[in-house]
Antibody
Framework: QVQLVQSGAEVRKPGASVRVSCKAS????????IYWVRQATGQGLEWMGW????????GRAQKFQGRVTMTRNTSINTAYMELSSLTSEDTAVYYC??????WGQGTPVTVSS | QTVVTQEASLTVSPGGTVTLTCASA?????????PRWFQQKAGQAPRALIY???TRYSWTPARFSGSLLGGKAALTISGVQSDDEADYYC???????????FGGGTKLTVL
């Protein structure tokens, strides 16, 4: 069965970066795009960007231009999302989703001094 | 970036029918926006329900149906069950690069 398993919770200081991983199994990794979505506590879903796992091409929400980097390692069926220059407003649960159909369990990221 | 609007909250009785809508600030929602719907229960990851306006996933109960209604995307739940109490989010693809937008979500209460 399709499964996306994300890395564990992270705590960072303002100004730092964080990288979240998303390991896929149960399907051909390079056949479907990976999307990244985040959700602050008590708030709605916010689309961050997507990556074509075959070509590596990416697209980002304008809000995250220059701050989010999406990569993948096809040899281990894993996608990565790195967010830099963190502020407290980046405190949220970060999700990966393959073609927005199957979702990871979420990775809580806390930014605090 | 496009603003997508949903009802903040709706209440429905068990066994009843409810329609949630999804509107785009730029105008009519069409099939070209490939509207999608997601359900999210407290403390859980979102679950995909509907894609391309009205196509259900294999796990989506038949009581959930998607459509275009009055220039908006719509999600209708018929024969509502208590288990349907959740937040529901729509998503639109707006065609431009980097223009994928979630609606603000509708909190559905079954009472």
């Amino acid at each position: 069965q399709v499964q996306l398993v994300q890395s564990g919770a992270e705590v960072r200081k303002p100004g730092a970066s964080v990288r979240v991983s998303c390991k896929a199994s149960g399907y051909s990794f390079t056949s479907y795009d990976i999307y990244w979505v985040r959700q602050a506590t008590g708030q709605g879903l916010e689309w961050m960007g997507w990556m074509n796992t075959n070509s590596g091409n990416t697209g980002r929400a304008q809000k995250f231009q220059g701050r989010v980097t999406m990569t993948r390692n096809t040899s281990i069926n894993t996608a990565y999302m790195e967010l830099s220059s963190l502020t407290s407003e980046d405190t949220a649960v970060y999700y990966c989703a393959t073609s927005l159909q199957y979702w990871g369990q979420g990775t809580p990221v806390t930014v605090s001094s | 970036q496009t603003v997508v609007t949903q009802e903040a909250s709706l209440t429905v009785s068990p066994g009843g029918t409810v329609t949630l809508t999804c509107a785009s600030a730029t105008g009519e929602v069409t099939s070209g926006h490939y509207p999608r719907w997601f359900q999210q229960k407290a403390g859980q990851a979102p679950r995909a329900l509907i894609y391309s306006v009205s196509t259900r996933y294999s796990w989506t109960p038949a009581r959930f149906s998607g459509s275009l209604l009055g220039g908006k995307a719509a999600l209708t739940i018929s024969g509502v069950q208590s288990d349907d109490e959740a937040d529901y989010y729509c998503l639109l693809f707006s065609g431009g690069p980097g223009d994928v937008v979630f609606g603000g979500g509708t909190k559905l209460t079954v009472l």
